[in-house]
Nanobody
Framework: QVQLVESGGGLVQAGGSLRLSCTTS????????MGWFRQAPGKEREFVAG????????YYADSVRGRFTINRDNAKDTVYLQMNNLKPEDTAVYYC?????????????????WGQGTQVTVSS
């Protein structure tokens, strides 16, 4: 069993920044890819960003590329999502996810464990 605890969400004005954190426990963090997803009201959960175990490879949704950055600290079993130039359409509950493999895929089904979610609200 893997536990994921997210933090860092909140209310911010458009153009502002937030940094999300997700700390894991229960399984070797450093050999698994990690991902961030988000879900807005009435919409399906969507991929935001992913990172390989060694941080060599990162992936981003087109909607956030150039504004968001995913990174990880394997010594702290923690993955981060730095979000800059936030837009109202970024408003959603953000979830970190623990992949069953070393590849950070975009499909929800590729992730075995999920955090509880943290709300990000961007006002215009």
């Amino acid at each position: 069993q893997v536990q994921l605890v997210e933090s860092g969400g909140g209310l911010v004005q458009a153009g502002g920044s937030l940094r999300l954190s997700c700390t894991t426990s229960g399984r070797t963090f450093s050999v698994h890819a990690m991902g961030w997803f988000r879900q807005a009201p009435g919409k399906e959960r969507e991929f935001v960003a992913g990172i390989s175990p060694s941080s060599i490879t990162t992936y981003y949704a087109d909607s956030v590329r150039g504004r968001f950055t995913i990174n990880r600290d394997n010594a702290k079993d923690t993955v981060y999502l730095q979000m800059n130039n936030l837009k109202p359409e970024d408003t959603a509950v953000y979830y970190c996810a623990f992949s069953r493999t070393r590849i950070a895929r975009k499909e929800v089904g590729e992730y075995d464990y999920w955090g509880q979610g943290t709300q990000v609200t961007v006002s215009s």
